[in-house]
């Protein structure tokens, strides 16, 4: 049975690589791990893996100025490693004693799935996420662990771009995949009813230079990829809230919170934003409640965007009044004294401007 001093790899941590070595399963080259410690990553791919053979790479002395070179002089790290292996495997592992860069400088045959969890700094995972890319077959994937601390991300996004994928403290790249920009050009070519609208989201993105915008209401995702695709040009981050589950998209710049938007506590989590955009249930008191909440979470000089002010009867509303989602816009800026502009088109898009001194 195989025992771990330290819990650096959780047990979600360990489905998510195997599930993501199984996708590969039909491809060419080889499955390699950078990083192993004392095997917990290393034991979750190789039996995911079975029969391929796994090629476990590491000094087992340690990363340079982490802890782990510290724990490295004290034990036998490798000696712990081998015995896990040789519990809780198959077999199916090359140990690999030398630094990745001499590893791969050595051997340059394609890979078809990568996991890295070597040294944390911004360069080794920059340089170790680049040897990889130019080994990785189409289809292939890499992924590493640690994905919020920020050298990881920083050097993750610079390498592999806004296609990385985020699943709890991993991060993965699928090589061929469809990117941010082609996820974007496909849902403006799409017809919707929301299509149209969505060069306008990226439009006052750039035109606010926004870091922060709060998405209520993500639906199957079309607006959720807008707001990204812009925000990628400015560095930004997208929080969204819904009351059902996530759609089917991750990205490290992206944070989804299921639960109700006007609940006190999803409030307070969230942060300042340049943008709020609401198009949640198109109710009239509930839009009226989310603009007199969320009014307070727009900086001075941001913007409120919302859906479907030209829905005059939206699917489960009341029928009462006519054009909720507009006239609770309406009532809300002739109260607070704010102007609003009123796109039409499909379904229609309300854009209030909040001063840049607040009222």
């Known amino acids: 049975m195989a025992e771990f001093t330290e819990d650096w790899f959780n047990e ?33 791919l190789a ?50 004693q030398k630094d990745w860069r001499d590893h791969f400088a050595e051997c340059r045959k394609p890979i078809r ?13 920059r340089d170790n996420v680049a040897a990889v890319m130019e080994l990785l077959v189409p289809g292939g994937i890499i992924c590493g662990d640690d994905v919020h601390h920020e ?5 993750v996004l610079e390498v592999c771009g806004p296609s990385t994928n985020v699943a709890g403290n991993c991060w993965w790249f699928e090589k061929g995949a469809k990117d941010l920009g082609d996820l974007y050009r496909e849902a403006c070519a799409t017809p919707s009813d929301i299509y149209e609208h969505l060069p306008t989201f990226v439009s006052l993105v750039e035109e606010l230079q926004a870091k922060t915008v709060i998405e209520l209401g993500t639906r199957g995702g079309v607006s ?36 109700n938007d006007l609940d006190p506590d999803v409030v307070k989590s969230l942060p300042e934003a340049d943008i709020v955009f609401i198009d949640t249930s198109h109710d009239y008191q509930q839009t009226l409640a989310e603009l007199n909440v969320y009014r307070w979470k ?53 854009i209030i401007d909040i001063p840049e001194e607040a009222s």
């Open 151 to 155: 050298p990881v991300r920083k050097a």
């Open 12 to 44: 979600d941590s360990c489905i998510t690589l195997a599930d993501l070595v199984q996708r590969t399963d039909l491809l060419c080259g080889r499955v390699v791990e950078v990083g192993c410690w004392e095997g917990r990553s290393t034991i979750a």
């Open 47 to 96: 039996n995911a893996a079975w029969p391929a053979l796994v090629e476990a790479v590491d000094t087992w002395h340690g990363s340079p100025g982490e802890i782990s070179s510290e724990l490295a002089a004290e034990r036998d790290v490798l000696g712990q490693f081998l015995a896990n292996i040789a519990s809780d495997t198959k077999g199916n592992v090359t140990v690999i």
């Open 224 to 259: 959720t990829i807008a707001w990204l695709y812009g925000l990628e040009k400015t560095d930004g981050l997208l929080w969204s809230v819904d009351i059902d589950p996530a759609p089917e998209l991750s990205h490290p710049r992206w944070t989804f919170i299921q639960g």
């Open 298 to 350: 727009v900086r001075p000089g941001g913007k409120i965007v919302l859906h479907d002010t030209e829905l005059a009867h939206p699917y489960g509303v009341n029928a009462y009044p006519r054009f909720p989602v507009k006239t609770a816009v309406e009532e809300f800026c002739t109260e607070e004294w704010l102007t609003w502009e009123n796109h039409p088109n499909c379904f229609g898009c309300g």
């Open 113 to 125: 799935f990568c996991h890295i969890d070597a040294t944390h700094t911004y360069e080794e995972v």
